[in-house]
Protein backbone atom coordinates (compact mmCIF):
# COMPACT_ATOMS: atom_id res chain seq x y z
CA UNK A 1 0.00 0.00 0.00
CA UNK A 2 1.07 3.54 -0.90
CA UNK A 3 1.53 6.55 1.30
CA UNK A 4 0.57 9.02 -0.17
CA UNK A 5 0.06 11.27 2.46
CA UNK A 6 3.68 11.69 4.49
CA UNK A 7 4.91 14.49 1.98
CA UNK A 8 1.35 16.59 2.29
CA UNK A 9 1.54 20.41 3.07
CA UNK A 10 -1.75 19.60 5.45
CA UNK A 11 0.06 18.68 8.79
CA UNK A 12 -3.73 17.22 9.49
CA UNK A 13 -3.52 14.56 6.39
CA UNK A 14 0.45 13.67 7.28
CA UNK A 15 -0.56 12.71 11.03
CA UNK A 16 -3.20 10.21 9.13
CA UNK A 17 -0.22 9.24 6.98
CA UNK A 18 0.60 5.93 8.75
CA UNK A 19 -3.05 4.60 9.04
CA UNK A 20 -3.69 1.63 7.61
CA UNK A 21 -6.84 3.02 5.48
CA UNK A 22 -4.81 3.58 1.93
CA UNK A 23 -5.93 7.29 1.89
CA UNK A 24 -5.52 9.46 -1.30
CA UNK A 25 -5.27 13.14 -1.17
CA UNK A 26 -7.64 15.49 -2.70
CA UNK A 27 -6.87 15.03 -6.26
CA UNK A 28 -8.40 14.18 -9.81
CA UNK A 29 -6.31 10.28 -9.20
CA UNK A 30 -8.48 9.50 -6.18
CA UNK A 31 -11.28 9.83 -8.72
CA UNK A 32 -9.91 8.19 -11.61
CA UNK A 33 -9.56 5.14 -9.26
CA UNK A 34 -12.60 4.78 -8.10
CA UNK A 35 -13.99 5.10 -11.53
CA UNK A 36 -11.29 2.51 -12.73
CA UNK A 37 -12.75 0.06 -10.03
CA UNK A 38 -15.80 1.11 -10.13
CA UNK A 39 -16.48 1.78 -6.13
CA UNK A 40 -18.07 4.33 -4.03
CA UNK A 41 -15.94 7.07 -2.04
CA UNK A 42 -15.46 7.89 1.31
CA UNK A 43 -14.28 11.41 1.26
CA UNK A 44 -13.37 12.04 5.19
CA UNK A 45 -13.18 15.76 6.40
CA UNK A 46 -11.64 17.37 8.99
CA UNK A 47 -8.71 19.34 10.45
CA UNK A 48 -5.43 19.07 12.73
CA UNK A 49 -6.91 20.52 15.99
CA UNK A 50 -10.35 18.84 15.90
CA UNK A 51 -10.79 16.29 18.55
CA UNK A 52 -13.47 14.18 17.35
CA UNK A 53 -11.79 13.79 14.11
CA UNK A 54 -8.55 12.92 16.39
CA UNK A 55 -11.17 10.15 18.53
CA UNK A 56 -12.37 8.84 15.32
CA UNK A 57 -8.91 8.22 14.02
CA UNK A 58 -7.69 6.39 16.74
CA UNK A 59 -10.81 4.08 17.14
CA UNK A 60 -11.70 3.50 13.16
CA UNK A 61 -8.63 4.48 10.60
CA UNK A 62 -6.35 2.68 12.80
CA UNK A 63 -8.14 0.19 13.03
CA UNK A 64 -6.36 -2.43 10.62
CA UNK A 65 -9.53 -4.97 9.99
CA UNK A 66 -11.72 -1.89 9.26
CA UNK A 67 -9.07 -0.59 7.66
CA UNK A 68 -8.97 -3.53 5.51
CA UNK A 69 -12.67 -3.60 4.53
CA UNK A 70 -12.55 -0.05 3.67
CA UNK A 71 -9.85 -0.57 1.30
CA UNK A 72 -11.11 -3.43 -0.57
CA UNK A 73 -14.56 -1.60 -1.14
CA UNK A 74 -14.40 1.99 -1.07
CA UNK A 75 -11.74 4.61 -2.31
CA UNK A 76 -11.01 6.71 0.91
CA UNK A 77 -10.18 10.43 0.17
CA UNK A 78 -8.54 12.37 3.19
CA UNK A 79 -9.11 16.20 3.17
CA UNK A 80 -7.73 19.03 5.50
CA UNK A 81 -10.87 21.33 5.78
CA UNK A 82 -8.88 24.24 6.25
CA UNK A 83 -6.49 23.94 3.12
CA UNK A 84 -9.63 23.21 1.00
CA UNK A 85 -12.52 25.27 2.24
CA UNK A 86 -14.03 25.07 -0.54
CA UNK A 87 -14.40 21.08 -1.02
CA UNK A 88 -15.14 21.56 2.90
CA UNK A 89 -18.32 24.56 2.14
CA UNK A 90 -19.69 22.40 -0.98
CA UNK A 91 -19.88 18.60 0.74
CA UNK A 92 -21.20 20.39 3.94
CA UNK A 93 -24.00 21.61 1.99
CA UNK A 94 -24.69 18.42 0.50
CA UNK A 95 -24.60 16.72 3.62
CA UNK A 96 -27.27 18.93 4.94
CA UNK A 97 -29.70 16.65 2.94
CA UNK A 98 -28.90 13.53 5.35
CA UNK A 99 -28.43 14.91 8.59
CA UNK A 100 -28.92 18.19 10.48
CA UNK A 101 -26.15 17.62 12.93
CA UNK A 102 -23.32 18.96 10.69
CA UNK A 103 -19.39 19.41 11.84
CA UNK A 104 -16.46 17.65 11.81
CA UNK A 105 -15.07 14.71 10.96
CA UNK A 106 -17.47 15.22 7.69
CA UNK A 107 -18.08 11.60 6.59
CA UNK A 108 -19.36 11.43 3.46
CA UNK A 109 -19.79 9.18 0.77
CA UNK A 110 -19.28 9.93 -3.12
CA UNK A 111 -19.94 8.26 -6.49
CA UNK A 112 -16.76 7.88 -8.75
CA UNK A 113 -18.52 11.72 -9.91
CA UNK A 114 -17.88 13.04 -6.46
CA UNK A 115 -21.69 13.12 -6.22
CA UNK A 116 -23.23 13.04 -2.53
CA UNK A 117 -25.61 9.78 -1.77
CA UNK A 118 -24.74 9.51 2.08
CA UNK A 119 -22.82 11.42 4.74
CA UNK A 120 -22.67 12.25 8.89
CA UNK A 121 -19.80 12.83 11.18
CA UNK A 122 -18.63 10.66 14.06
CA UNK A 123 -19.54 6.95 14.00
CA UNK A 124 -18.43 5.29 17.01
CA UNK A 125 -16.25 2.02 16.51
CA UNK A 126 -19.45 -0.51 18.53
CA UNK A 127 -23.19 0.82 18.51
CA UNK A 128 -24.19 3.17 21.19
CA UNK A 129 -27.41 4.35 22.13
CA UNK A 130 -29.12 3.61 18.98
CA UNK A 131 -26.24 4.87 16.79
CA UNK A 132 -24.80 2.89 14.33
CA UNK A 133 -21.09 1.58 14.51
CA UNK A 134 -19.04 3.14 11.59
CA UNK A 135 -18.69 -0.46 9.84
CA UNK A 136 -22.59 -0.82 10.46
CA UNK A 137 -22.31 2.35 8.03
CA UNK A 138 -19.46 0.88 5.80
CA UNK A 139 -21.94 -2.35 5.19
CA UNK A 140 -24.94 -0.46 4.04
CA UNK A 141 -23.50 1.70 2.31
CA UNK A 142 -21.91 -1.03 0.03
CA UNK A 143 -25.19 -2.58 0.19
CA UNK A 144 -27.02 0.47 -1.24
CA UNK A 145 -24.49 0.79 -3.99
CA UNK A 146 -24.20 -3.06 -4.68
CA UNK A 147 -27.98 -3.61 -4.86
CA UNK A 148 -29.61 -0.43 -5.67
CA UNK A 149 -26.68 1.62 -7.82
CA UNK A 150 -28.95 3.28 -10.36
CA UNK A 151 -31.10 4.51 -7.69
CA UNK A 152 -28.19 5.63 -5.05
CA UNK A 153 -26.62 7.85 -8.49
CA UNK A 154 -30.23 9.16 -8.76
CA UNK A 155 -30.39 10.35 -5.76
CA UNK A 156 -26.49 11.83 -6.02
CA UNK A 157 -27.78 13.72 -8.74
CA UNK A 158 -31.17 14.95 -7.09
CA UNK A 159 -29.08 15.85 -4.61
CA UNK A 160 -26.48 17.92 -6.72
CA UNK A 161 -29.54 19.69 -9.07
CA UNK A 162 -30.84 20.84 -5.86
CA UNK A 163 -27.85 22.38 -4.52
CA UNK A 164 -27.06 24.07 -7.73
CA UNK A 165 -30.89 25.41 -7.47
CA UNK A 166 -30.02 26.64 -4.19
CA UNK A 167 -26.97 28.06 -5.16
CA UNK A 168 -29.02 30.76 -7.62
CA UNK A 169 -29.98 33.58 -5.08
CA UNK A 170 -32.07 36.70 -6.26
CA UNK A 171 -30.63 39.71 -5.68
CA UNK A 172 -32.31 42.29 -2.88
CA UNK A 173 -31.61 45.82 -1.66
CA UNK A 174 -29.68 47.25 1.25
CA UNK A 175 -31.21 47.09 4.15
CA UNK A 176 -32.96 50.01 5.12
CA UNK A 177 -33.24 51.03 9.39
CA UNK A 178 -36.43 48.93 10.03
CA UNK A 179 -34.34 45.66 8.49
CA UNK A 180 -31.79 46.64 10.86
CA UNK A 181 -34.13 47.38 13.64
CA UNK A 182 -35.52 43.89 12.89
CA UNK A 183 -32.56 42.56 12.55
CA UNK A 184 -31.97 43.86 16.32
CA UNK A 185 -34.73 42.27 17.32
CA UNK A 186 -34.35 38.67 16.79
CA UNK A 187 -30.54 39.36 17.98
CA UNK A 188 -32.46 40.22 21.07
CA UNK A 189 -34.52 37.20 21.21
CA UNK A 190 -31.13 34.85 21.12
CA UNK A 191 -29.28 36.79 23.83
CA UNK A 192 -28.79 34.33 26.95
CA UNK A 193 -30.09 36.92 29.42
CA UNK A 194 -28.41 34.59 32.29
CA UNK A 195 -24.68 33.99 31.07
CA UNK A 196 -24.18 35.85 27.97
CA UNK A 197 -24.10 35.35 24.37
CA UNK A 198 -26.36 34.26 21.90
CA UNK A 199 -27.91 30.54 21.93
CA UNK A 200 -27.31 27.54 24.31
CA UNK A 201 -25.48 24.81 24.01
CA UNK A 202 -22.73 24.54 22.37
CA UNK A 203 -22.31 28.29 22.69
CA UNK A 204 -19.96 29.93 19.87
CA UNK A 205 -18.71 33.22 20.47
CA UNK A 206 -20.66 34.48 17.38
CA UNK A 207 -17.77 37.12 16.56
CA UNK A 208 -19.42 38.40 13.02
CA UNK A 209 -22.77 39.10 14.81
CA UNK A 210 -20.51 40.83 17.37
CA UNK A 211 -19.18 43.25 14.88
CA UNK A 212 -22.08 43.88 13.33
CA UNK A 213 -23.57 45.14 16.80
CA UNK A 214 -20.43 47.27 17.02
CA UNK A 215 -21.20 49.08 14.17
CA UNK A 216 -24.80 49.60 14.99
CA UNK A 217 -23.46 50.87 17.93
CA UNK A 218 -20.77 53.56 16.86
CA UNK A 219 -23.92 55.13 15.11
CA UNK A 220 -25.65 55.60 18.70
CA UNK A 221 -27.88 52.75 18.75
CA UNK A 222 -27.32 52.22 22.56
CA UNK A 223 -29.34 49.15 22.44
CA UNK A 224 -26.83 47.13 20.08
CA UNK A 225 -24.12 48.75 22.52
CA UNK A 226 -25.61 47.59 25.71
CA UNK A 227 -25.76 43.94 23.88
CA UNK A 228 -22.29 43.86 22.17
CA UNK A 229 -21.15 45.17 25.55
CA UNK A 230 -22.31 42.57 27.54
CA UNK A 231 -21.84 39.92 25.47
CA UNK A 232 -18.11 40.88 25.27
CA UNK A 233 -17.86 41.09 29.10
CA UNK A 234 -19.62 37.81 30.05
CA UNK A 235 -17.36 36.11 27.60
CA UNK A 236 -13.78 37.62 28.37
CA UNK A 237 -15.21 36.76 32.22
CA UNK A 238 -16.24 32.90 30.90
CA UNK A 239 -14.12 29.70 30.69
CA UNK A 240 -13.72 30.27 26.96
CA UNK A 241 -10.76 32.39 28.00
CA UNK A 242 -7.51 31.45 28.96
CA UNK A 243 -6.46 33.28 31.67
CA UNK A 244 -3.16 32.44 31.46
CA UNK A 245 -1.99 32.95 27.79
CA UNK A 246 -5.16 35.13 27.22
CA UNK A 247 -6.35 33.45 24.02
CA UNK A 248 -9.95 32.05 23.74
CA UNK A 249 -11.02 28.58 22.83
CA UNK A 250 -13.20 27.70 20.07
CA UNK A 251 -16.80 27.17 21.92
CA UNK A 252 -17.96 25.82 24.95
CA UNK A 253 -20.15 22.30 25.19
CA UNK A 254 -22.48 24.27 28.19
CA UNK A 255 -24.75 27.28 28.14
CA UNK A 256 -22.44 28.95 31.10
CA UNK A 257 -19.48 28.98 28.64
CA UNK A 258 -17.73 26.34 30.92
CA UNK A 259 -16.41 22.71 29.68
CA UNK A 260 -14.76 24.59 26.29
CA UNK A 261 -13.37 22.66 23.38
CA UNK A 262 -10.13 23.64 24.02
CA UNK A 263 -8.70 24.19 20.37
CA UNK A 264 -7.92 27.68 19.65
CA UNK A 265 -7.98 29.10 16.10
CA UNK A 266 -6.53 31.65 14.82
CA UNK A 267 -10.12 33.83 13.52
CA UNK A 268 -11.46 33.78 16.67
CA UNK A 269 -8.87 35.07 18.37
CA UNK A 270 -8.49 37.78 15.26
CA UNK A 271 -11.94 38.34 15.27
CA UNK A 272 -12.64 38.83 18.98
CA UNK A 273 -8.77 41.20 18.94
CA UNK A 274 -11.10 43.24 16.77
CA UNK A 275 -14.03 43.05 17.98
CA UNK A 276 -12.50 43.97 22.16
CA UNK A 277 -10.78 46.41 20.17
CA UNK A 278 -13.63 48.81 18.36
CA UNK A 279 -15.88 48.25 21.91
CA UNK A 280 -12.59 49.87 23.52
CA UNK A 281 -13.02 52.86 21.03
CA UNK A 282 -16.78 53.07 21.99
CA UNK A 283 -15.99 52.58 25.88
CA UNK A 284 -12.46 53.49 26.39
CA UNK A 285 -10.81 52.02 29.58
CA UNK A 286 -13.19 48.65 28.61
CA UNK A 287 -11.00 46.09 27.14
CA UNK A 288 -8.04 47.03 27.51
CA UNK A 289 -6.86 43.67 29.75
CA UNK A 290 -8.36 41.66 26.91
CA UNK A 291 -6.87 43.00 24.03
CA UNK A 292 -3.73 42.77 26.05
CA UNK A 293 -4.31 38.89 26.56
CA UNK A 294 -5.45 38.44 22.80
CA UNK A 295 -2.53 40.10 21.46
CA UNK A 296 0.06 38.23 23.57
CA UNK A 297 -1.58 35.01 22.65
CA UNK A 298 -1.29 35.94 19.14
CA UNK A 299 2.55 36.88 19.32
CA UNK A 300 3.57 34.49 21.83
CA UNK A 301 1.66 31.09 21.06
CA UNK A 302 0.53 31.74 17.49
CA UNK A 303 3.49 33.23 15.70
CA UNK A 304 5.66 31.18 13.77
CA UNK A 305 9.47 32.02 13.42
CA UNK A 306 8.19 33.17 9.93
CA UNK A 307 6.20 35.87 10.96
CA UNK A 308 3.42 34.39 9.60
CA UNK A 309 0.43 33.03 12.52
CA UNK A 310 -0.58 29.43 12.73
CA UNK A 311 -3.77 28.59 11.90
CA UNK A 312 -4.61 26.84 14.86
CA UNK A 313 -3.78 25.02 18.31
CA UNK A 314 -4.90 21.36 19.13
CA UNK A 315 -7.19 20.46 22.22
CA UNK A 316 -4.88 17.85 22.87
CA UNK A 317 -1.47 17.37 24.47
CA UNK A 318 0.48 15.38 26.84
CA UNK A 319 0.93 16.19 30.33
CA UNK A 320 2.29 13.89 32.88
CA UNK A 321 2.88 11.23 29.66
CA UNK A 322 -1.03 11.16 29.44
CA UNK A 323 -2.68 12.20 26.01
CA UNK A 324 -5.87 14.17 27.72
CA UNK A 325 -8.14 16.90 26.03
CA UNK A 326 -7.78 20.39 27.84
CA UNK A 327 -5.38 18.78 30.70
CA UNK A 328 -2.39 21.71 29.66
CA UNK A 329 -4.84 24.69 30.19
CA UNK A 330 -5.71 23.34 33.79
CA UNK A 331 -2.70 24.19 35.01
CA UNK A 332 -1.67 27.44 36.00
CA UNK A 333 1.28 29.28 34.18
CA UNK A 334 4.34 27.49 36.61
CA UNK A 335 2.94 24.21 36.07
CA UNK A 336 2.66 25.09 32.11
CA UNK A 337 6.46 25.19 31.64
CA UNK A 338 6.85 22.34 33.20
CA UNK A 339 4.93 20.78 29.77
CA UNK A 340 5.19 20.14 26.38
CA UNK A 341 2.26 22.92 24.97
CA UNK A 342 -0.57 21.46 22.50
CA UNK A 343 1.22 21.55 19.14
CA UNK A 344 0.17 24.35 16.67
CA UNK A 345 -1.23 23.47 13.17
CA UNK A 346 1.79 25.83 11.77
CA UNK A 347 -0.26 26.05 8.48
CA UNK A 348 0.07 29.72 6.95
CA UNK A 349 -3.36 30.12 5.76
CA UNK A 350 -3.55 33.41 3.88
CA UNK A 351 -7.11 34.61 4.76
CA UNK A 352 -6.88 34.01 8.66
CA UNK A 353 -3.53 35.52 8.28
CA UNK A 354 -5.37 38.56 6.44
CA UNK A 355 -7.82 38.81 9.88
CA UNK A 356 -4.61 38.94 11.97
CA UNK A 357 -3.00 41.32 10.45
CA UNK A 358 -5.85 43.60 10.50
CA UNK A 359 -6.69 42.93 13.99
CA UNK A 360 -3.02 43.47 15.15
CA UNK A 361 -2.51 46.56 13.63
CA UNK A 362 -6.07 48.14 14.20
CA UNK A 363 -5.34 47.41 18.03
CA UNK A 364 -1.70 48.32 17.84
CA UNK A 365 -2.86 52.02 16.63
CA UNK A 366 -5.69 52.49 19.16
CA UNK A 367 -3.30 51.07 21.84
CA UNK A 368 -0.25 52.72 20.47
CA UNK A 369 1.35 49.11 20.49
CA UNK A 370 4.11 49.51 18.03
CA UNK A 371 4.77 45.83 18.73
CA UNK A 372 1.28 44.70 18.10
CA UNK A 373 1.83 46.88 14.43
CA UNK A 374 5.32 45.52 13.92
CA UNK A 375 3.75 41.64 14.12
CA UNK A 376 0.87 42.55 11.37
CA UNK A 377 3.67 43.92 8.91
CA UNK A 378 5.78 40.67 9.62
CA UNK A 379 2.77 38.59 8.59
CA UNK A 380 1.99 40.72 5.56
CA UNK A 381 5.55 40.68 4.83
CA UNK A 382 6.09 37.25 4.69
CA UNK A 383 2.66 36.69 2.73
CA UNK A 384 3.46 39.42 0.01
CA UNK A 385 6.61 37.42 -0.54
CA UNK A 386 5.64 33.45 -0.28
CA UNK A 387 1.50 33.70 -1.21
CA UNK A 388 1.73 35.94 -4.38
CA UNK A 389 3.14 33.90 -7.23
CA UNK A 390 5.20 35.05 -9.87
CA UNK A 391 1.63 35.93 -12.10
CA UNK A 392 -0.18 37.86 -9.63
CA UNK A 393 -2.09 34.71 -8.29
CA UNK A 394 -2.70 34.38 -4.31
CA UNK A 395 -1.32 31.19 -3.25
CA UNK A 396 -4.35 29.59 -0.04
CA UNK A 397 -1.84 28.22 2.57
CA UNK A 398 2.14 27.35 3.04
CA UNK A 399 3.92 25.54 5.82
CA UNK A 400 7.73 25.96 7.19
CA UNK A 401 8.79 27.33 3.29
CA UNK A 402 6.53 24.69 1.44
CA UNK A 403 3.33 25.90 -0.55
CA UNK A 404 -0.14 24.01 -1.00
CA UNK A 405 -1.39 23.17 -4.47
CA UNK A 406 -4.79 24.19 -2.75
CA UNK A 407 -6.84 27.04 -4.89
CA UNK A 408 -7.26 30.58 -3.05
CA UNK A 409 -10.26 31.22 -2.57
CA UNK A 410 -12.50 34.55 -2.06
CA UNK A 411 -12.07 34.97 1.46
CA UNK A 412 -8.12 34.51 1.03
CA UNK A 413 -8.53 37.23 -1.55
CA UNK A 414 -11.15 39.25 0.51
CA UNK A 415 -9.79 38.87 4.19
CA UNK A 416 -5.60 39.85 3.33
CA UNK A 417 -7.00 42.93 1.18
CA UNK A 418 -8.97 44.29 4.47
CA UNK A 419 -6.33 43.04 6.42
CA UNK A 420 -3.47 45.24 4.20
CA UNK A 421 -5.55 47.86 4.15
CA UNK A 422 -5.87 48.34 8.18
CA UNK A 423 -1.84 47.80 8.08
CA UNK A 424 -1.50 51.27 5.24
CA UNK A 425 -3.82 53.43 7.97
CA UNK A 426 -1.89 52.18 10.40
CA UNK A 427 1.45 52.74 9.34
CA UNK A 428 0.77 55.03 6.46
CA UNK A 429 2.59 52.77 4.18
CA UNK A 430 1.73 52.63 0.60
CA UNK A 431 3.49 49.42 -0.59
CA UNK A 432 0.28 47.45 1.43
CA UNK A 433 -2.44 49.63 0.04
CA UNK A 434 -1.25 48.59 -3.40
CA UNK A 435 -1.30 45.25 -2.93
CA UNK A 436 -4.79 45.40 -1.65
CA UNK A 437 -5.61 47.12 -4.25
CA UNK A 438 -4.80 44.87 -6.93
CA UNK A 439 -6.27 42.09 -4.85
CA UNK A 440 -9.66 43.45 -5.09
CA UNK A 441 -8.92 44.70 -8.88
CA UNK A 442 -8.30 40.77 -9.59
CA UNK A 443 -11.30 39.69 -8.03
CA UNK A 444 -13.58 42.79 -9.43
CA UNK A 445 -12.40 41.44 -13.35
CA UNK A 446 -12.48 37.38 -12.37
CA UNK A 447 -16.39 38.35 -11.31
CA UNK A 448 -19.49 39.41 -12.63
CA UNK A 449 -21.78 42.52 -11.82
CA UNK A 450 -23.48 40.04 -9.10
CA UNK A 451 -20.25 39.50 -7.40
CA UNK A 452 -16.72 39.34 -6.76
CA UNK A 453 -14.95 36.73 -8.33
CA UNK A 454 -12.04 34.30 -7.88
CA UNK A 455 -8.78 35.02 -9.96
CA UNK A 456 -7.81 31.01 -11.40
CA UNK A 457 -11.20 30.17 -10.53
CA UNK A 458 -12.74 27.16 -8.53
CA UNK A 459 -10.86 24.12 -7.04
CA UNK A 460 -10.30 22.42 -10.01
CA UNK A 461 -11.13 19.02 -9.28
CA UNK A 462 -14.94 20.25 -8.01
CA UNK A 463 -15.12 22.34 -11.07
CA UNK A 464 -14.70 20.06 -13.25
CA UNK A 465 -17.78 17.98 -12.09
CA UNK A 466 -19.95 20.90 -11.31
CA UNK A 467 -19.97 20.83 -7.81
CA UNK A 468 -18.16 24.15 -7.20
CA UNK A 469 -20.50 26.33 -5.26
CA UNK A 470 -21.13 29.50 -7.39
CA UNK A 471 -21.54 31.78 -4.62
CA UNK A 472 -20.71 30.56 -1.14
CA UNK A 473 -22.49 32.84 1.48
CA UNK A 474 -22.37 30.64 4.34
CA UNK A 475 -21.18 32.49 7.42
CA UNK A 476 -20.29 30.78 10.32
CA UNK A 477 -17.20 31.35 13.18
CA UNK A 478 -15.90 34.01 10.64
CA UNK A 479 -17.26 36.33 7.54
CA UNK A 480 -17.99 34.97 3.93
CA UNK A 481 -15.55 35.56 1.21
CA UNK A 482 -18.33 37.86 -0.17
CA UNK A 483 -18.62 39.75 2.70
CA UNK A 484 -14.98 40.16 3.53
CA UNK A 485 -14.37 41.35 -0.17
CA UNK A 486 -17.22 43.54 0.02
CA UNK A 487 -15.56 45.13 3.04
CA UNK A 488 -12.13 45.26 1.13
CA UNK A 489 -13.47 47.40 -1.56
CA UNK A 490 -15.93 49.63 0.95
CA UNK A 491 -12.40 50.58 2.56
CA UNK A 492 -10.63 51.24 -0.82
CA UNK A 493 -13.41 53.67 -2.03
CA UNK A 494 -12.68 55.41 0.72
CA UNK A 495 -9.23 56.15 0.01
CA UNK A 496 -9.54 56.24 -3.48
CA UNK A 497 -12.60 58.04 -4.47
CA UNK A 498 -13.15 55.45 -7.33
CA UNK A 499 -16.69 54.53 -7.62
CA UNK A 500 -16.25 50.85 -9.12
CA UNK A 501 -15.66 49.91 -5.44
CA UNK A 502 -18.29 50.94 -3.56
CA UNK A 503 -20.90 50.03 -6.27
CA UNK A 504 -19.09 46.21 -6.63
CA UNK A 505 -19.33 46.02 -2.74
CA UNK A 506 -23.05 46.95 -2.83
CA UNK A 507 -23.90 44.52 -5.39
CA UNK A 508 -22.46 42.04 -3.20
CA UNK A 509 -24.68 43.05 -0.15
CA UNK A 510 -27.89 43.34 -2.39
CA UNK A 511 -26.75 39.49 -3.28
CA UNK A 512 -26.68 38.53 0.55
CA UNK A 513 -29.33 40.79 2.12
CA UNK A 514 -32.56 38.51 1.16
CA UNK A 515 -30.51 35.72 3.06
CA UNK A 516 -28.73 37.66 6.15
CA UNK A 517 -31.67 40.07 7.19
CA UNK A 518 -34.33 37.12 8.36
CA UNK A 519 -31.13 35.83 9.90
CA UNK A 520 -29.14 37.84 11.35
CA UNK A 521 -26.99 35.23 13.83
CA UNK A 522 -25.71 33.54 10.51
CA UNK A 523 -24.87 36.78 8.64
CA UNK A 524 -23.43 38.79 11.02
CA UNK A 525 -20.12 39.63 8.71
CA UNK A 526 -22.34 40.72 5.36
CA UNK A 527 -24.94 42.75 8.09
CA UNK A 528 -21.93 44.59 9.05
CA UNK A 529 -20.82 45.71 5.86
CA UNK A 530 -24.29 46.39 4.63
CA UNK A 531 -24.62 48.82 8.12
CA UNK A 532 -21.28 50.41 6.81
CA UNK A 533 -22.57 50.89 3.18
CA UNK A 534 -26.00 52.59 4.51
CA UNK A 535 -23.76 55.29 6.40
CA UNK A 536 -22.50 58.28 4.90
CA UNK A 537 -18.46 57.98 3.68
CA UNK A 538 -16.41 59.32 6.76
CA UNK A 539 -12.36 59.80 6.15
CA UNK A 540 -10.28 61.29 9.09
CA UNK A 541 -6.40 61.64 7.62
CA UNK A 542 -4.37 63.25 10.43
CA UNK A 543 -0.98 64.35 8.82
CA UNK A 544 1.99 64.60 11.56
CA UNK A 545 5.54 64.14 11.84
CA UNK A 546 4.73 63.14 15.83
CA UNK A 547 2.86 60.28 15.91
CA UNK A 548 2.62 60.46 19.89
CA UNK A 549 0.95 64.10 18.76
CA UNK A 550 -2.32 65.30 21.34
CA UNK A 551 -4.14 65.36 17.71
CA UNK A 552 -3.31 62.04 16.31
CA UNK A 553 -4.41 59.82 19.91
CA UNK A 554 -7.98 61.74 19.00
CA UNK A 555 -8.12 60.06 16.03
CA UNK A 556 -6.93 56.65 17.10
CA UNK A 557 -9.92 56.71 19.36
CA UNK A 558 -13.05 57.50 16.41
CA UNK A 559 -15.10 54.37 15.19
CA UNK A 560 -17.82 55.25 12.88
CA UNK A 561 -19.22 53.07 10.60
CA UNK A 562 -19.21 54.12 7.41
CA UNK A 563 -15.60 55.68 8.15
CA UNK A 564 -12.22 55.12 8.20
CA UNK A 565 -9.07 56.42 10.01
CA UNK A 566 -5.59 56.99 9.14
CA UNK A 567 -2.05 58.56 10.50
CA UNK A 568 0.71 59.60 8.01
CA UNK A 569 3.43 61.61 8.11
CA UNK A 570 3.44 64.87 5.18
CA UNK A 571 6.11 62.15 3.33
CA UNK A 572 3.57 59.23 3.40
CA UNK A 573 0.60 61.57 2.36
CA UNK A 574 2.45 62.56 -0.58
CA UNK A 575 3.52 59.22 -1.67
CA UNK A 576 0.05 57.74 -0.89
CA UNK A 577 -1.84 60.70 -3.55
CA UNK A 578 0.70 59.72 -6.17
CA UNK A 579 0.26 55.92 -5.47
CA UNK A 580 -3.83 56.68 -6.36
CA UNK A 581 -5.10 57.06 -3.00
CA UNK A 582 -7.01 60.71 -3.88
CA UNK A 583 -7.79 60.77 -0.12
CA UNK A 584 -4.41 61.96 0.65
CA UNK A 585 -4.31 64.12 -2.48
CA UNK A 586 -3.17 68.21 -1.02
CA UNK A 587 -3.18 66.62 2.58
CA UNK A 588 0.63 67.87 2.99
CA UNK A 589 0.16 70.36 5.84
CA UNK A 590 0.25 68.72 9.57
CA UNK A 591 -3.40 68.72 10.58
CA UNK A 592 -6.67 66.77 10.71
CA UNK A 593 -8.83 66.45 8.02
CA UNK A 594 -12.48 65.47 8.55
CA UNK A 595 -14.10 64.37 5.47
CA UNK A 596 -17.51 63.34 4.48
CA UNK A 597 -17.08 62.02 0.68
CA UNK A 598 -14.08 63.59 0.12
CA UNK A 599 -15.20 66.99 0.87
CA UNK A 600 -13.14 68.22 3.82
CA UNK A 601 -13.99 70.59 6.86
CA UNK A 602 -10.94 73.54 7.74
CA UNK A 603 -8.26 71.35 8.84
CA UNK A 604 -7.54 71.25 12.66
CA UNK A 605 -4.42 71.61 14.28
CA UNK A 606 -5.88 71.48 18.04
CA UNK A 607 -6.70 67.91 19.87
CA UNK A 608 -9.63 69.70 21.36
CA UNK A 609 -10.89 71.28 18.57
CA UNK A 610 -11.15 67.58 16.58
CA UNK A 611 -12.47 66.00 19.58
CA UNK A 612 -15.44 68.73 19.40
CA UNK A 613 -15.91 68.06 15.24
CA UNK A 614 -15.58 64.49 15.61
CA UNK A 615 -18.61 64.73 18.16
CA UNK A 616 -20.42 66.74 15.68
CA UNK A 617 -19.63 64.44 12.73
CA UNK A 618 -20.85 61.41 14.91
CA UNK A 619 -24.68 63.62 15.66
CA UNK A 620 -24.88 63.61 11.74
Known amino acids: MSNRLSDAVSPYLRSHAENPVDWFPWSE ?52 REEHPDVDSSYLAAAGAFTENLGWPLNVFVTPRGRTFFAGTYWPPQPVAGHPSFRQVLDAVLDAWNGRRESVEDNASRVAEALAAHGEHSRGSLPLAGEF ?39 GETDALALVSRTLAAIAASDLRDPVEGGFFRYSTMRDWTEPHYERMLYDNALLLRAYTELEQLEPGSSLATIAGIASFLLGVMRLPSGGFASAQDSESTVDGKRVEGGYYALDAAARATQTPPALDAKVLTGW ?27 ADYLIENHIAANGMLLRASIEGRVSNATATLEDYG ?30 AAGSAASFGVPGGADPVLASRGLALEVDPSEGAYPSGLSAMAAAALVLSLLTAHAPYREASIAAMELLAPLAVPRPIAFGGALAVASALGQPAGQLVVVTSDADAAIASVARRWFRSGAITAIVTPAQAAELAIAGFELFAGRQADAAYLCRDFVCRLPLTDAAELQKALGADDQG
Not at 353 to 378: K, M
Open 29 to 80: DAFAEAERRQVPMLVSIGYSTCHWCHVMARESFSDPVLAGYLNDNFVAVKVD
Open 181 to 219: SSAMDELRGYEDTEFGGFGGAPKFPTAPVLLFLLQRGSI
Open 353 to 379: NGLAIEALALAGFVCERPEWIDAARGA
Open 415 to 444: MLAAGLLRLATATGEPRYAVVAQSLVDASM
